[in-house]
């Protein structure tokens, strides 16, 4: 009895039918948008000046060489997802404004002491929202109180 050939299901280098492959991964480096960058009140991006804005170009570019794992798992301590319901009313409020109420969570980068810069996750990109220079979105007590 003659062997059969055994069928790839992959599609050929020459076939025209367009292949789609999405993964997603914290291996991924991340990458930023800026389309959904708030410029009004409150945690707007408008009134931050030129110096700080250079500190958190700084920040972004620095993160840029670390995949999300070593963003978000080594270094969970300054940065981490927060649930959508566990952030302050105002910003919920103003998640529903924007139409971005259906997300799960959100991602808080931390700039230095208090500041976060704010945005929704997109497998690895970051829509980057709101910059939060009092920690004003996710209130928490000082850990020296």
């Known amino acids: 009895m003659a062997k059969r050939p055994k069928v790839s299901h992959q599609l050929k280098a020459d ?3 367009p292949r789609t492959v999405v993964q ?28 700080k804005l250079k500190d958190i170009h700084n920040k972004l570019v620095e993160l840029e ?7 978000l798992i080594a270094r969970k301590y300054w940065n981490h997802t927060i649930r959508k319901d566990q952030i302050c009313k ?15 969570e959100l991602v808080s980068l931390r700039l230095q002491s208090r500041e976060r810069v704010w945005g929704i996750r997109d497998q690895s990109t970051l ?10 979105v996710y209130p928490t007590e000082p850990s020296n109180t």
């Open 24 to 51: 997603t991964s914290n291996n991924d480096r991340p990458s930023w948008r800026f389309g959904m960058l708030q410029m009004v009140d409150p945690y707007g991006w408008h009134t931050i000046e030129r110096d």
């Open 127 to 136: 829509r980057l929202l709101w910059w939060d220079p009092d920690h004003l």
């Open 90 to 104: 105002d910003a919920q409020d103003r998640l529903e404004q924007i139409s971005q109420d259906d997300i799960d």
């Open 65 to 71: 060489s670390l995949d999300w794992n070593e963003i």
């Open 15 to 17: 076939s025209r039918t």
